[in-house]
């Protein structure tokens, strides 16, 4: 079965140090690919997405994301944090074709940026 | 654009009594909307796909007597937790499709989450 996992439970760094969150996936075939945030008390919001064209996509508030392919990769990466980013961060694949274009999300990162 | 809106945000009932929650999809139409359960310190699990004028697809182990679906609109599709008990107590979040971007990109709008507790 398609799968989803993120490697880091919770991350805890100071403001301005970079951000780097791994997601992986268990699929051959073709994959839409999504970041989600959720600040606290706030629902999901997207981050960035990657469809196809070129595996380095930007998205909103300075995050990137990088979809390789050969490692069923698609890590998020911010090169300066804010206070604000405190906020718990979910990878979503779709993975087309199968499971019925349905999203599975990672198991989620707590980040935690101090002052 | 693309806004989601759920109702009620947060809702306490007793054991046996069932709670309807509404997901709307306030400013595009969305064929298909998902209803997720969100555990705390957990990711979301897709419960349940809501598909208009047809009958929901429910993912695998999720009862669908107990959990009633209804996409009556093109805007609007309700949760309905019958004969609730604690262990239904947790975090409803529904999502919607935007229909004008097709099938093919799958991108979702999330609304705020619905806080179910049955004492």
């Known amino acids: 079965a398609q799968s989803v996992s993120q490697h880091n439970h919770h991350v805890i760094l100071s403001e301005a140090a970079s951000l780097e969150l791994g997601c992986n996936y268990s699929y051959g075939g073709t994959v839409n690919l999504f970041w989600y945030v959720q600040y606290p008390g706030q629902h999901l919001q997207l981050l960035l997405k990657?469809?196809?064209?070129?595996?380095l996509v930007k998205g909103i508030k300075g995050f990137e994301a990088e979809f390789i392919k050969s490692k069923f990769s698609f890590n998020l990466r911010k090169p300066s944090v804010q206070w604000s980013d405190t906020a718990e961060y979910f990878c979503?694949?779709?993975?087309?074709?199968?499971?019925?274009?349905?999203?599975?999300f990672g198991g989620g990162t707590r980040v935690l940026v101090k002052p | 654009g693309a806004v989601v809106s759920q109702h009620p945000s947060r809702v306490i009932c007793k054991s046996g009594t069932s709670v309807k929650i509404e997901c709307r999809s306030l400013?595009?139409?969305?064929?298909?909307m998902f209803w997720y359960r969100q555990f705390p310190k957990q990711s979301l699990m897709l419960m349940a796909t809501s598909n208009e004028g047809s009958k929901a697809t429910y993912e695998q182990g999720v009862e669908k007597d107990k959990f009633l679906i209804n996409h009556a609109s093109l805007t609007l599709s309700t949760l309905t937790v019958t004969s609730a008990h604690p262990e239904d107590s947790s975090f409803y979040i529904c999502?919607?499709?935007?229909?004008?971007?097709?099938?093919?990109?799958?991108?979702?709008?999330f609304g705020p989450g619905t806080r179910l507790t049955v004492l």
């Open positions: 999502s919607a499709r935007d229909d004008r971007a097709g099938r093919v990109y799958n991108e979702q709008f």
């Open positions: 990657y469809f196809s064209g070129d595996p």
């Open positions: 979503a694949v779709s993975f087309i074709k199968a499971a019925g274009n349905k999203l599975t």
């Open positions: 400013d595009f139409q969305a064929t298909t």
